[in-house]
């Protein structure tokens, strides 16, 4: 079984930056894709920024230019830096890695990390 932590949510104010990290644990083979998602109070859930294995990346039209997803492969590590914040990006934050493990394919998700953007 594949277990994710996440880290670095938090209050900031606009304009500022945090950056989100999600630990991926268990016996891993293969990564395919490591998403970050988020989900404000009313809203559905949505796509903020992807990579998938070759390293290629796709982000939400919300984000672009603004925020930057990476991964540290030897650590099974996602990021997400978050910079030029707004209130509008205030909610709680996803990670999403997809696989294969010793026990077969696996879609994990994260605990959440709330981010609020507010003065």
């Known amino acids: 079984q594949v277990q994710l932590v996440e880290s670095g949510g938090g209050l900031v104010q606009p304009g500022g930056s945090l950056r989100l990290s999600c630990a991926a644990s268990?016996?891993?083979?293969?990564?395919?894709?490591m998403n970050w998602y988020r989900q404000a109070p009313g809203k559905q859930r949505e796509l903020v920024a992807g990579?998938?294995?070759?390293?290629?990346?796709n982000y939400g039209d919300s984000v672009k230019g603004r925020f930057t997803i990476s991964r540290d492969n030897a650590k099974n590590t996602v990021y997400l830096q978050m910079n030029s914040l707004k209130p509008e990006d205030t909610a709680v934050y996803y990670c999403n890695v997809r696989g294969r493990s010793l026990t077969g394919s696996f879609d994990s998700w994260g605990q959440g990390t709330q981010v609020t953007v507010s003065s």
């Open positions: 268990g016996t891993i083979f293969i990564i395919n894709a």
């Open positions: 990579m998938a294995s070759g390293g290629s990346t």
